[in-house]
């Protein structure tokens, strides 16, 4: 929404009506009718749902002094990478802070200034600001912390008694637990939160990685194709969760389905997810399909990611997307795209703002490497970032793309102890077919390349 002047914001304090949301918080509004909206809103921002948009335009015409709803919409602009569109929201809230109560400005402030870590502790049921701490690509997940995951469990479990059985929180505690090796305990919880919320896209997403985390490719595709049924392009995870099933299909076998998927749902032309998420999903794709020695070839589609990284991220700033652009312009032989991303993350590493350190630029020089054929240098830069690779973020799943350039640049240098060594870690925690077929060729002494 657009006001011409701030000052058709003001009205008299004695309009201001304190209701209550589902998390039985005051809410400062003067239409209950909007405050409905606005939780509706809410949790269609909590389960990445379409249509929060709507919801909260139509709050605030109904009270367009609405603080919460304002910073609501600020979260969801950033969502879509409308920043100028979210700071601008984020200011109205800011500016009608002074007639809210001492929790709302807080829930304010945590939004806008990304979160104040107490605030979560002393309103243990504010939703909208915790889940910006969690999430692989939460505070906590780009924080560069190895233990990102263990801590966002211990929040969660923290946090817990006050939660009960909502659906939102049920998911991202299941969730917590599946990320760090309890998928038999994480799965039923966020199957509860499934049964909730079934349009919860969240969940559906934390059942995926179950899936993933159990070795169950049959399964997971299974899900993940029925689910996606009932969920619009447009909504936030559709792209991601595609990916998923594409990897699930690879993992199978079925290389021209998987095919069919990158293209119909993932590549940056089709794809309407936010750019990092297209960014990773496209490029760690086309960069598996390659050395997974999928056919037909697809290095006619790294153009069009190589195109999207500069467009979106022309310089180093977030690791995470740094390293997947590393992936386009290595794929593509972009040299001089490379070493100017690598240069940029080593000023950041200087100035001690890269969170993940010294493994972003190691991930990046590596994938340089593998890119251009020099396996056993690839080798050498991947493994020395193997225990610091949980410090660029993302999940297990999203990850293991390193993990499987490590392991092809040991093959084709001739490496086979070590890359046995990896696989058999791997398949002690889950069966991967893949894997059972790079033992193999560890077992029989061969290489590729």
């Known amino acids: 929404m657009r006001y011409d002047n701030d000052r058709e914001l003001v009205r008299s304090l004695e309009d201001v009506v304190l209701l ?120 906590l997940g780009f924080s560069g912390r190895r233990d ?29 637990y599946i990320e760090t090796g309890e998928v038999a305990r994480g799965t039923p919880l966020v199957e509860r939160s499934l049964a909730a919320n079934p349009r919860n896209a969240h969940a559906a997403h934390q059942r995926v990685h179950g899936y993933f985390e159990s070795g169950d490719a049959a399964g997971g595709a299974g899900f993940v194709e029925n689910w996606l049924q009932g969920y619009e392009r447009a909504g936030q995870l559709h792209c991601h969760l595609s990916w998923h099933l594409a990897l699930f299909e690879l993992a199978r076998g079925n290389s021209e389905r998987a095919r069919a998927i990158y293209l119909g749902n993932i590549r ?50 977030l690791a995470f997307a740094d390293l997947h652009a590393a992936l386009a312009e290595a794929a593509t032989g972009d040299d001089d795209g490379l070493q100017f991303r690598i240069a940029g993350l080593q000023r950041l590493a200087r100035d001690g703002r890269l969170p993940p350190g010294e493994a972003a630029l190691a991930l990046c020089s590596g994938a340089a490497a593998l890119g251009r054929g020099d396996n056993a240098e690839a ?3 991947l493994e020395s970032t193997l225990t610091d690779l ?53 077992s029989g002494n061969r290489t590729e390349g």
């Open 268 to 317: 940056p032309s089709v794809a309407q997810a936010a750019p990092m998420l297209v960014l990773a999903d496209s490029a760690s794709f086309l960069w598996r399909w390659r050395f997974y020695g999928a056919v037909p070839s697809l290095d006619q589609e790294w153009a069009e990611v190589a195109a999207h990284a500069p467009r979106h991220f022309p310089q180093a700033s």
């Open 390 to 442: 949980p410090r660029i973020g993302g999940s297990h799943a999203q990850r293991e793309v390193f993990e499987d350039s490590l392991i092809v640049a040991y093959l084709r240098s001739g490496q086979s102890a070590k890359a046995a060594l990896l696989l058999r870690a791997r398949l002690g925690r889950r069966p991967a077919a893949r894997d059972d077929a790079w033992l193999a060729l560890c």
């Open 148 to 176: 990102h995951h263990e801590a966002q469990l211990a929040l969660l479990e923290e946090l817990a008694p006050h939660w009960d059985n909502d659906w939102w929180f049920l998911g991202y505690l299941g969730w917590a």
């Open 20 to 139: 209550k949301d589902r998390f039985d918080l005051p809410v400062t509004c003067a239409a209950a009718a909007a405050v409905e909206d606005y939780m509706a809103a809410i949790d269609l921002l909590l389960s990445a749902w379409p249509g929060a948009e709507v919801l909260l335009d139509r709050a605030l015409a109904a009270d367009p002094e609405f603080a919460l709803a304002h910073i609501a919409r600020a979260r969801l602009l950033q969502l879509q990478a409308r920043m100028p569109e979210a700071k601008a929201a984020a200011g109205r809230a800011r500016w009608l802070a002074d007639r809210i109560t001492a929790r709302e400005r807080r829930h304010i402030n945590a939004i806008a200034l990304s979160i104040d870590g107490a605030h979560a502790l002393k309103y243990p049921r504010d939703a909208l600001p915790l889940s910006l701490a969690l999430g692989v690509f939460g505070l």
């Open 379 to 381: 080798a050498r830069i």
